[in-house]
């Protein structure tokens, strides 16, 4: 994942996921990510945020953000989602 704007302060984990990020202007965002990864949390300095949750095939199945967006999504067993047009969401 590459800084979005000229950030002079990266920190990453041991993983090489960047974890803390600063541009010149002092803008800052934070990320978490899980066991495989994937980022379950990101955060900027101007109060947003969003979360993902992943099913154990590395599948994104829910995700949320500080604007009340949300959305769900069921895969079927080969991954795929069954019919891209029942996606649940809230907005």
Not at 38 to 49: A, C, D, T, V
């Given at each position: 994942?590459?800084?979005?704007?000229?950030?002079?302060?990266?920190?990453k984990d041991s993983n090489?996921?960047?974890?803390?990020?600063?541009?010149?202007?002092?803008?800052?965002?934070?990320?978490?990510?899980?066991?495989?990864?994937?980022?379950?949390?990101?955060?900027?300095?101007?109060?947003?945020?969003?979360?993902?949750?992943?099913?154990?095939?590395?599948?994104?199945?829910?995700?949320?953000?500080?604007?009340?967006r949300e959305?769900?999504?069921?895969?079927?067993?080969?991954?795929?989602?069954?019919?891209?047009?029942?996606?649940?969401?809230?907005?």
């Amino acid at each position: 994942m590459n800084c979005p704007h000229n950030c002079p302060h990266v920190t990453k984990d041991s993983n090489g996921n960047m974890i803390y990020s600063k541009n010149s202007n002092g803008y800052e965002t934070w990320r978490e990510f899980d066991e495989n990864n994937n980022i379950i949390h990101f955060k900027e300095s101007n109060g947003y945020e969003y979360w993902q949750e992943f099913d154990k095939n590395n599948n994104m199945i829910h995700s949320k953000d500080s604007n009340g967006r949300e959305s769900w999504q069921e895969f079927d067993k080969n991954n795929k989602i069954p019919n891209p047009n029942r996606l649940k969401k809230s907005v």
